[in-house]
Nanobody, 123 residues
């Protein structure tokens, strides 16, 4: 079993900053990619940012220049630094990881999701 646990959400005023963290635990052999997605009320879940390996990043146009994704491979942890927050960034933020895990007799590849952390940006 592999679990992702997010932290760092909360209430912030527009223009402020928050840093989200997501730590993976369990029988992990390798994590190829980690990312953040978000879901606002009444909307579909959307990609925010992903990071593959240690340096290949991808961002939604709406957060480019404001959000930075980073990763500590030794800790199996991914971060999302969010600056210049806007009310439109209000959503539940979910961590995601593509994980190679050890099972009896071999390996298994999983896509794992965290439980989500709420970010609320007030105007």
């Amino acid at each position: 079993q592999v679990q992702l646990v997010e932290s760092g959400g909360g209430l912030v005023q527009a223009g402020g900053s928050l840093r989200l963290s997501c730590a993976a635990s369990g029988t992990i052999v390798h994590i190829s990619a980690m990312g953040w997605y978000r879901q606002a009320p009444g909307k579909q879940r959307e990609l925010v940012a992903t990071i593959r390996g240690g340096a290949t990043t991808n961002y939604a146009d709406s957060v480019k220049g404001r959000f930075t994704i980073s990763r500590d491979n030794a800790k199996n942890t991914v971060y999302l630094q969010m600056n210049s927050l806007k009310p439109d960034d209000t959503a539940v933020y979910y961590c995601n990881a593509d994980v190679k895990t050890l099972i009896p007799g071999g390996y298994r590849y999983l896509e794992v999701w965290g439980q989500g952390t709420l970010v609320t940006v007030s105007s």
